[in-house]
């Protein structure tokens, strides 16, 4: 029984729109997370924030006012848009999300909204436009990430509990439209908006003030990119509204964490957004815990692609503007990857076959040709492939290794297996598939 909603999803299914079949296409990103914590860093009086970095000004060490005095700090001497983008575009990213303003209400643009900007910082100069200018000539699109929440705004609610909360309220409301259709006009190049800080009672009550706020930006920018975070339905449903349709154009739950099974995703589009360490995505001192590595990295990328998602590996530049160490070894491995492999991830879709456990299936999009992305070779060298009934393989050959072909050994209906030459291997590999619909001829039977 469907609900009469004002409020909710305004279209059900995905965009068929040029702009969003490039978005689907993308397979792998990059965030960037960069602000003023990113010079404490995840340390305060020598002692360290057991959270994430970015969230270092909600803990009761810091007072407020002293964390914001961090502004007068903020003076990024090696900071070059040109080098952070060259570093994406050697990994192979097709887009970039970049934190305009995180939740302690840091803006890396010049916002005439409010004096708590770069403008008021040492550095002086805008950060926003030089990265826009430096990814976007390099052909890599720009998403841009907004908090709502916003720490440093005293009209910033968490609920709305009396009239006073009400009023200032309304007038925190209208300084985030403001800053919105600030960036929309100074960056008209972003292709997106990629909001958090969104889960707050406050917020999650103002249905009708989010939705038509959504409907001007896309009104004001055709084509731009909205995820689900943004905004909540007239009953303080989000994500999907009370009929369960997803409201924004992909699906933005996906944080840290990737679906395991393609009814995890409900045919809609999204993105898994995933940070090096466990959990931090401002530049933190120490990283606790694992670090990811190249490997592992790519088998998340592969896994959301074959499962119709974006992977969006974070970096978190230092103060001084400089990547560390470990993201730009990440950055080159991956990279080097894709330079062999990338015709497997960009514009990759689900495939509709049978899951192995040898790894992933991708499909490229609008024609039949199949990747097989390789991260667990089986002790017997064979990898089991099976293909809907009346559908052949016709091809089998290697992306990495020129000449090197298979012939698939048949040994069902539609079931084969791929009998690997060589014995060990040390990196994921690609093999493509291309299958024949084998229904025409008798085939025989088992
Ligand atoms: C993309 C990531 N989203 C921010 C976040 C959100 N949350 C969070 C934590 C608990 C409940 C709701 C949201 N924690 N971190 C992180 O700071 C980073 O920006």
Redesign the pocket.
Known sequence: KTIALQHGAHGVGRRRDAAMEKWRAYGLGQFV?WGLYSIPAGEWNGKQYNG?A??IKSWKEVPATTYDSLMYQFNPTKFNAESWAATAKQMGVKYVTITTK??DGFCLWPSKYTNFTVANSPYKKDIIGPLVKAYDRRGIDVILYFSIMDWHNPDWRYDIKTREDSVAFDRFKQFTRNQLLELLTLYPAAKGLWF?GT?DKSWVKQAAFADSLEKEMRAMRPGLIIGSRFRADEYGKRHFDSNGNMMGDYEQGW?RKIPEKITDVHGNDWDC?MTVPENQ?GYSKIWKGHIKTTDELLEMLAKCVSLDGNFVLNFGPKPDGTLRTEELDLAKGIGAWMDTNSEAIYNGEYAGLVKQDWGYYVKKTGTNKIYMLVFNVPVSGALNVVLPSRTAISKVYDLGGPGLSYVPEEIGTSTYFIHLKQQTFKRPFVLVLETADNSKNSGAQY
């Open positions: 997370h994430a970015e969230w995180h939740h958090d889960w944080e957004v995505w």
